[in-house]
């Protein structure tokens, strides 16, 4: 039911604000409910605004992808990832609770397609401080 309703605002917003990337959320925001980038795993707090950061710049990439990498940040921070700040290189993924079996395998299938993506939206997040 919730998808068949953010599919009736998406398609909303589409047609009163193309273009405008905010619309949706501040539609949500006024409906009460969180916007699609909201952080899945708020029980998380050490990265938790990091994360809504993250997850707002690749939803403004491609939110709308199931297989883009809006869809593989936020299936990795379900699994419970982490943001990690690193000596001198910025920030990365980390695997948080996730066992390095899956964790591998999650980064072969899932972020290795959008290292590059994931890359520029990792330093734009340098950037803001996450």
Not at 52 to 59: F, G, T
Not at 78 to 83: E, K, S, V
Request: hydrophobic fraction near 45%; charge should be positive.
């Amino acid at each position: 039911m919730r998808h068949l309703r953010m599919r009736h605002l998406l398609q909303t917003v589409r047609r009163r604000a193309p273009g405008d990337p905010w619309a949706l959320g501040r539609l949500l925001a006024a409906h009460g409910d969180p916007p699609p980038w909201a952080d899945p795993r708020p029980d998380l707090v050490g990265d938790h605004a990091g994360w809504r950061r993250l997850l707002e710049a690749a939803y403004l990439l491609d939110g709308d992808q199931p297989y883009g990498v809006f869809g593989a940040l936020q299936g990795c921070r379900r699994c419970g990832a982490r943001l990690e700040e690193t000596a001198g290189a910025g920030w990365r993924l980390a695997p948080g609770a996730i066992a390095p079996g899956a964790w591998q395998a999650l980064r072969r299938r899932w972020l290795r397609p959008h290292a590059a993506v994931l890359a520029q939206l990792l330093a734009e997040l340098e950037e803001g401080e996450a």
